[in-house]
């Protein structure tokens, strides 16, 4: 027999959760079942909505002003700019204290890792001493043993994008880390719990020692900045111990994979669906699908009855009402590719490509790549379209990645399509479950 | 008059690096002078075969002696860059008996160790070989890097008193009457290590004797001195798989034919080629066609290539030449021999010669046989000791593999660091400084990167190639970034990202074949990172406009802030 709900949304990134969320907000049944771990542990854990228009104009102050120019086809386009607002908003209540930007339309603009700054929504709380667009000065500090963020050269960076005060960077040993290959989670739970650790005046905290190191570097900043390894489960209060050691504000640099400010989200996410009783199976594709072959006229396209998840080899029909396809894009695998096309390999939905796949690239790497607008296109109601625009099933809705028709990388616009798309796509299934 | 060099070599690939090293070794006076990177040119665009000479034993047999020979005299010389995988020519259903015959009498007839396995027994070799492989020939076919090679031949020459100057292109020679004296160089960031965002130069290079080792280009050098050189560059595309398939050579036994062979190198299998007459080395096309053909041919052999994951294609240019008449059609009937050319004989312009022709496995000879016609020219009497002489990182192998400890590194990674460096790897290794990992997919170490870094500047693609970084799976997409990081503060900010962007775009250009499945997914990966997380794609800092950092979100706490420095305490 089937698993029977309202609500079924099939991944479990952002946009999924987010789906979900709206969803059982409205009072819905909702389930939620995702294959693996979802790409926010890749993700820099900010919330951008857009730092750049198509054409490259940017960064944008005002990312609302420019939602109405969007072309046709955009995810945003299709949501609307006022649906846009009210998701950020549901993502605002969701996250509580543990994002800022919502006190303002203007995007923040944030440096990460690699020393650039980028136009971003919202921000995790960790990252809110670190604006590039705050003057206070900030001193940078990396460690030897992670080479991913290089302080020094960072704050050049910086300065180079004309920020709007002084950067300096130093490079310290992190106390207690004796691989040099030692994993990011080290790291934070080295804090996190905090652990003792040896140094030349005895033992001591992670914390307190981490302080000690960094203390003689200070030469007036009232912001120090970290690679995003700051604690995991207690990263507030390793913030708070740093920053009263030093009697700074302590905040993080986004970093790269996998990004423990990802995972927090992920976490928040989680903790958020648990709450309001969706029901969540990770590591659980789905692989197949039925349609309804009672209700459908012949001149109506077939509803989705069920889908087939598959469970450690045990095949397991779900069933729901209305559907959510939140699978990511091409690197979440919710859109797929071979030699001779590109596909969603769930529902087969169509997905616009070139036939030739040397017209899926431009030769400048950072060009207008036509494989990243690759995803379904769909109509206003986010139901994916066929090739001749009429709908693959009347009761799926696409959210997220594995939407087209825009570039989420070139307008950083990632986030906030997610939270968009995820939000009207988990409120028009509620509204509409029979 | 005197003259900056006696001998000035044109091209850093492997014929120019190994004619630098034999005449620096015999105390000559050298400098070798390469447009881009060395290995740019043809030698780092090979399948990374070591020619047991096999593939010659029927239609060419002069070659396959040769090949042989220097087979044997590189796994000593160079055992650092060299993996002795062994090679099988494998028979399928219907390729030709007579014709397998005649290889394995060939083998034979030329020295080479072979022995015929029945298909059974080659598929206990290597599993993956096709169900119906009737049979295959055993011969000691081997994997080379042709990087590391090419570089520690440079290096040594270097160690001999050469000046080698890479990113420095020929634009003149430099001719008095009927002859050639030097060239005027141009080089890209002036003379030396290149550094990114420094000002080029241009310099006259004077020489008793000038070699233009340059290949595929040798026409073009000629040109500039009205020499007509018969050039025919043949473009050959390879396709790098994301695993080893194979971890034996898998050629195909018949006659000849495009997608006949499949070479494991370090963490990867590199499928070839093609053999197509181009007009032009530096610009011909590279078509999805000629990879789909590497495929689908190859599974013929090895089956589970049709699905498995490739990670990058690349085309590589043949330096082919015949002598003029001879009037071949098809590029793959003309002679692999390298042909020595005295304009002074053949042109009656004195000072120079070109070398044309010839392949990788046998640079050393090639190199051995040009520097002793230049010694003959310059009067001097002096022998060649390149084949005796270990390379810069295969001396003493063996007691190094034997009582070298771990430092203290995570052992696939220490194993493949001692790999690569061979007999320097104490050298490099041995740091008091933490160590981490800078490329995941290669396992290559800080100190290798620094090493690097020390040995060719801010170049990051030579870094590339002398350590295997950003050469895995992921392309760059992980560890470009770190590898720019490392050229910090030693380099300053906007030579670190000049480097960077240069890097990244060139992992793009061979990813681009390769972009379905798993790759394109990659691709998006990596895009993601560089332009969504990190900005690189619009970075303010090379944008032309000040970004107006007031009209931006400075953050909700002002009134929360600490008062000033220190304000807590």
Redesign the interface.
């Known amino acids: 027999m089937a698993i029977e709900d309202d609500i079924l949304v099939i991944g479990g990134g952002l946009a999924g959760a987010t789906a979900a969320l709206a969803a059982a907000d409205r009072g819905a049944q909702v389930r939620l079942v995702s294959a693996k771990q979802s790409t926010l542990r ?3 854990g900010l919330i ?1 909505v857009l ?2 228009a198509p054409a ?1 104009d ?2 944008l ?1 005002d990312p609302f002003a420019a939602l109405e120019d969007l072309p046709a086809g955009h995810p945003y386009e299709r949501v609307g700019g006022e649906a846009v607002r009210e998701a950020l908003a549901f993502f605002d209540e969701i996250a509580g204290d543990a994002y ?2 919502g ?2 339309d ?4 944030v440096p ?8 971003t929504a919202r921000y995790p709380v960790s990252t ?2 670190g ?6 000065d900030a001193l940078l500090v990396g460690f ?7 302080a ?2 960072s704050a ?2 910086l ?6 005060f002084e950067a300096r960077g130093v490079t310290v ?1 992190f106390p207690g880390i004796v691989r ?2 030692a994993k990011i989670t080290r790291y934070a739970h080295l804090l996190d719990r905090p652990e003792t650790v040896q140094t030349d005046r005895g033992e001591t905290t992670a914390r307190e020692a981490l302080a000690a190191v960094v203390d003689p570097h ?1 030469e ?3 912001r120090v900045g970290f690679p995003a390894v700051l604690g995991d489960d207690h990263a507030d209060a390793v913030r708070a111990d740093l ?2 050691r030093l ?3 302590v905040f993080e640099v ?4 996998p990004s423990l400010p990802g995972m927090r989200l992920e976490d928040l996410l989680y903790d958020a669906l648990e709450e309001r009783g969706v029901r969540v199976t990770t590591g659980v594709p789905v692989v197949d699908y039925e349609t309804d072959a009672d209700g459908a006229n012949a001149d109506e396209p077939a509803r989705i009855d069920h889908v087939v998840v598959d469970r450690n080899g045990t095949e397991i029909p779900h069933r729901a009402d209305q559907y959510v396809l939140a699978t990511g ?3 979440g ?1 919710g859109v ?4 001779e096309r590109v596909f969603e390999p769930i529902f087969d939905c169509h997905v616009p490509h070139a036939a ?3 017209d ?2 431009v ?4 060009g207008d ?1 036509p ?2 607008r690759f995803g379904l296109p769909v109509d206003r109601d986010l139901r994916p379209l066929d090739a001749d625009d009429g709908l693959e099933f009347p009761n799926l809705r696409g959210a997220g990645a594995v939407l087209g028709g825009y570039d ?3 307008e ?1 616009s ?1 986030a906030g399509v997610s939270l968009a798309t995820g939000y009207v796509a988990g409120r028009r299934a509620a509204e509409e479950k029979r | 008059m005197a003259r900056d060099t006696a001998v000035l070599v044109l091209g850093g690939g492997s014929t120019g690096c190994g004619i630098a090293r034999d005449l620096a070794m015999r105390g000559l006076d050298v400098t070798l002078v390469e447009r881009g990177n060395l290995t740019d040119g043809t030698t780092g665009r090979m399948h990374g075969l070591l020619h047991s000479g096999g593939r010659y034993a029927v239609s060419d047999q002069a070659s396959a002696t040769e090949c042989i020979e220097e087979n044997e005299i590189l796994r000593e010389i160079a055992g650092h860059c060299v993996e002795e995988t062994g090679g099988l020519f494998v028979q399928r259903p219907e390729d030709s008996d007579d014709y397998f015959r005649e290889k394995l009498e060939g083998c034979r007839e030329c020295g080479i160790p072979a022995r015929v396995l029945s298909g059974s027994e080659a598929r206990e070799v290597e599993p993956y070989l096709a169900d119906d492989v009737k049979r295959a020939i055993e011969v000691p076919d081997g994997a080379v890097d042709p990087f590391r090679l090419c570089v520690a031949n440079a290096i040594d020459a270097e160690n001999h008193g050469a000046r080698v100057e890479t990113h420095a292109e020929v634009i003149d020679l430099l001719r008095d009457g009927d002859d050639i004296y030097g060239v005027e160089v141009r080089h890209d960031s002036g003379p030396g290590k290149r550094t990114h965002a420094t000002p080029g130069t241009t310099e006259e290079i004077t020489a008793d004797y000038v070699v233009n080792a340059t290949g595929a280009w040798a026409g073009q050098i000629g040109a500039m001195a009205d020499l007509e050189i018969e050039v025919r560059p043949s473009k050959g595309v390879m396709t790098i798989m994301n695993v080893r398939q194979v971890d034996t050579v898998i050629n195909r036994c018949r006659p000849k034919g495009d997608a006949d062979i499949v070479v494991p190198h370090e963490t990867t299998a590199i499928l070839g080629t093609t053999d197509e007459e181009v007009s032009d080395p530096d610009d011909y096309p590279e078509a999805g066609w000629e990879v789909d053909q590497m495929i689908d041919t190859l599974s013929e052999l090895v089956p589970i290539l049709s699905e498995a994951r490739t990670i990058r294609s690349f085309w590589g240019v043949r330096p082919l030449y015949e002598p003029p008449g001879t009037g071949t059609q098809d590029p793959t009937d003309i002679t692999r021999d390298f042909f020595l050319l005295d304009h002074a004989d053949r042109d009656g312009v004195s000072g120079m010669s070109s070398i044309v022709g010839g392949k990788f496995t046998t640079y050393r000879a090639m190199a051995e046989e040009i520097s002793d016609h230049v010694c003959e020219q310059l009067g001097v009497n002096a022998t060649c000791a390149t084949a005796d002489e270990p390379l810069p990182g295969s001396e003493n192998i063996e007691t190094l593999e034997a009582g070298m400890d771990d430092f203290g590194l995570r052992s696939p990674v220490a194993r493949r660091s001692k790999q690569r460096l061979g007999s320097r790897a104490n050298e490099v290794l041995e740091t008091e400084e933490p160590n981490p990992v800078i490329c995941q997919c290669e396992g290559v170490t800080r100190a290798e990167i620094r090493d690097a870094i020390s040995q060719s500047g801010s170049d990051l693609n030579a870094v590339r190639i002398r350590t295997r970084a950003s050469m895995g799976n992921c392309q760059g997409g992980f560890c470009c970034q770190n590898m720019a990081n490392e050229l910090h503060p030693t380099h300053d900010e906007e030579t670190a990202c000049e480097a960077l962007d240069e890097l990244f775009q060139e992992r793009w250009k061979g990813e681009r074949h390769a972009l379905w499945g798993e790759q394109l997914s990659q691709a998006m990966l990596n895009y993601a990172l560089h332009a969504t997380t990190m900005n690189r794609d619009r970075d303010p800092a090379s944008a032309s406009e000040n970004v107006d950092f007031a009209a931006f979100d400075g953050g909700r706490t002002e009134g929360d802030r600490v008062d000033g420095p220190r304000g807590a305490r």
Do not use: C, I
């Open positions: 890749h993700a820099s951008d730092g750049y490259g940017g960064p102050a800022e930007g006190h303002t203007a995007n923040a603009l990460t890792h690699g020393g650039t700054v980028k136009p809110a001493d604006l590039a667009s705050d003057d206070r030897e043993t992670l080479p991913d963020f290089d020094p050269l050049a960076h300065e180079a994008a004309g920020a709007p040993q040099d290959d200070l007036g900043e009232s920053g009263d009697g700074v504000d986004p970093m790269g994979p894009g091409l690197v695998k797929e590719s071979e030699r030739d796949r040397y899926w690239f030769d400048d790497v950072f790549q494989y990243a989420f990388a070139a950083k990632g």
